[in-house]
């Protein structure tokens, strides 16, 4: 079974600094990766889908890399903003077993950007 | 907006009750998911569809909880006899095939007095 590890579990940063978050997940046989932030009482936002036969992708200020083969994938904020404030997750799709359909979610990183 | 919807945003009910949550995904995506989030947890997986097809179901956690999809568009899901552990944030998403992005709705905060 697909298991997803995310750290640091909380972080808070000063506006303006340059940040990563990990993810780790146990089963490499994944068809892609999502990252998405959820705000307090809200949904998920898709921020950045990878592939996996692609090692990042880019968006504004946000940047997303996989490395497959060792169950890996972080998430770079660029100077960051008080808006970034929110709960980040990175979610695998797929494994070796169970629905390849499926995503499995990390618990999540949750970031305060102080102004 | 033309996003996933879910109704009601918020729901209460007494222990042993029955409850269905409804989802409208966004039109024309075949494939509808739906997840449970418990407080300070990632979501996680319950049930998928594509189409009116109930694909999986693997992840609905006992016999009370039933999913449908009869048209192929709305889903519901249907917990009955509710118990205090239900009490959660239910998602849906749907993807317009597969596999791609998903697509989250704001999700149903269910609380079981």
């Known amino acids: 079974k697909q298991e997803v590890t995310q750290i640091p579990a909380a972080l808070s940063v000063p506006e303006g600094e340059n940040l990563v978050l990990n993810c780790s997940f146990t089963?490499?046989?994944?068809?892609?990766l999502q990252w998405f932030r959820q705000d307090p009482g809200k949904g998920l936002t898709s921020l950045l889908l990878?592939?996996?036969?692609?090692r990042e992708q880019t968006s504004g200020r946000l940047n997303a890399s996989l490395d497959k083969s060792s169950g890996r994938s972080t998430l770079y904020i660029a100077a960051s903003q008080p808006g970034d404030s929110a709960t980040y997750l990175c979610a695998p799709r797929g494994g070796s077993s169970g629905s390849a359909r499926q995503l499995t979610f990390g618990s999540g990183t949750q970031l305060t950007v102080l102004p | 907006g033309a996003g996933v919807s879910q109704s009601p945003r918020y729901k209460v009910a007494k222990r042993g009750q029955d409850v269905a949550l409804r989802c409208d995904p966004i039109s024309g995506h075949v494939s509808l998911f739906w997840y449970q989030q418990a407080l300070g947890q990632g979501p996680e997986f319950l049930t998928y569809f594509q189409n009116e097809a109930q694909l999986d179901k693997s992840g609905l956690p006992s016999d009370r909880f039933f999913a449908e999809r009869p048209e192929g568009s709305v889903s519901t899901l249907k917990i009955q006899r509710t118990q205090q552990e239900d009490s959660a944030v239910y998602l849906c998403a749907s993807s317009p095939r597969d596999p791609l992005w998903q697509f989250f709705g704001p999700g149903t905060r269910l609380t079981v007095l």
């Open positions: 089963d490499s046989a994944i068809y892609n």
């Open positions: 990878i592939q996996s036969s692609q």
